[in-house]
């Protein structure tokens, strides 16, 4: 079996990411010999990384990555990802919204030539006006950078590490999984969706919500969408022109 990097981003998830690593360590214990878990904690201001460092005394394949300020989402995300070792790598958030052992469907659709296991919500469990928000900006977004992957708003893949060595990420806030699938999608790697349950959040907040931060994400999207999608296809109606002959 395919050795195995599972990786948390957390933020003020005390009263969660104690279960992640439980379950984290337990389920990569059933699917190969060769795993570690890393922990991304972007400078919380509550209890988490007092737990992480009990956690660490108890778990020997758990890794901790200490932020001493708060850089971001993706920042975290690249954080884990940098320091990941094992030939895939899983990722969700902290705040037990996904279920860690649905990790078993994904390792098993695994299969040669397959480079991302891309989880995709069965159905959204937040308030109605977050289901709208969430629906609208998938929708959009799918539409913008003509992606192929069903959700791309949903934080549970299975990648292959090669794959994400391969490309460059450069944003620190959310935009990092627009980001990341559009040029894994544009590298070639190939894709296959996985339906995963979501679950209403039982501790904490969502960091992302606020008008600061909508603005910022708006703004970041417009710079990705410019570089990734307007350039290149100016790029390639470049190529594709012939002047006519003399």
């Not at 395919?2 to 992640?20: E, K, Q, W």
């Not at 931060?213 to 100016?234: A, E, F, P, Q, Y």
């Given at each position: 079996?395919?050795?195995?990097?599972?990786?948390?981003?957390?933020?003020?998830?005390?009263?969660?990411?104690?279960?992640?690593?439980?379950?984290?360590?337990?389920?990569?214990r059933e699917l190969t010999d060769?795993?570690?878990?890393?922990?991304?904690?972007?400078?919380?201001?509550?209890?988490?990384?007092?737990?992480?460092?009990?956690?660490?005394?108890?778990?020997?394949?758990?890794?901790?990555?200490?932020?001493?300020?708060?850089?971001?989402?993706?920042?975290?995300?690249?954080?884990?990802?940098?320091?990941?070792?094992?030939?895939?790598?899983?990722?969700?958030?902290?705040?037990?919204?996904?279920?860690?052992?649905?990790?078993?469907?994904?390792?098993?659709?695994?299969?040669?030539?397959?480079?991302?296991?891309?989880?995709?919500?069965?159905?959204?469990?937040?308030?109605?006006?977050?289901?709208?928000?969430?629906?609208?900006?998938?929708?959009?977004?799918?539409?913008?950078?003509?992606?192929?992957?069903?959700?791309?708003?949903?934080?549970?893949?299975?990648?292959?590490?090669?794959?994400?060595?391969?490309?460059?990420?450069?944003?620190?806030?959310?935009?990092?999984?627009?980001?990341?699938?559009?040029?894994?999608?544009?590298?070639?790697?190939?894709?296959?969706?996985?339906?995963?349950?979501?679950?209403?959040?039982?501790?904490?907040?969502?960091?992302?919500?606020?008008?600061?931060?909508?603005?910022?994400?708006?703004?970041?999207?417009?710079?990705?969408?410019?570089?990734?999608?307007?350039?290149?296809?100016?790029?390639?109606?470049?190529?594709?022109?012939?002047?006519?002959?003399?």
């Open positions: 079996m395919p050795s195995l990097s599972i990786a948390f981003p957390c933020f003020n998830d005390a009263g969660t990411i104690a279960s992640m690593v439980t379950a984290a360590d337990e389920v990569a060769d795993h570690e878990i890393i922990v991304v904690d972007d400078n919380s201001t509550d209890a988490s990384r007092e737990i992480l460092r009990a956690l660490a005394r108890k778990y020997d394949r758990l890794r901790l990555i200490l932020h001493d300020r708060n850089r971001g989402y993706g920042a975290a995300l690249k954080s884990a990802f940098g320091a990941a070792t094992k030939d895939f790598i899983f990722y969700t958030d902290g705040d037990a919204q996904y279920d860690v052992f649905e990790l078993r469907n994904l390792f098993q659709v695994l299969q040669s030539g397959i480079d991302v296991v891309n989880g995709y919500k069965i159905q959204r469990s937040d308030p109605w006006y977050r289901v709208v928000i969430g629906t609208v900006y998938c929708e959009l977004m799918r539409l913008m950078f003509r992606f192929g992957v069903r959700d791309v708003d949903c934080d549970y893949r299975l990648i292959r590490r090669s794959a994400l060595a391969a490309i460059e990420l450069e944003h620190d806030s959310g935009v990092i999984c627009l980001e990341m699938v559009k040029k894994l999608e544009i590298a070639g790697n190939r894709f296959v969706d996985f339906p995963v349950h979501h679950y209403y959040r039982t501790h904490g907040r969502s960091q992302f919500f606020n008008v600061r931060r909508l603005v910022r994400t708006g703004i970041d999207i417009l710079r990705l969408w410019s570089k990734l999608m307007l350039r290149r296809d100016r790029r390639s109606a470049s190529r594709a022109y012939r002047p006519p002959a003399r």
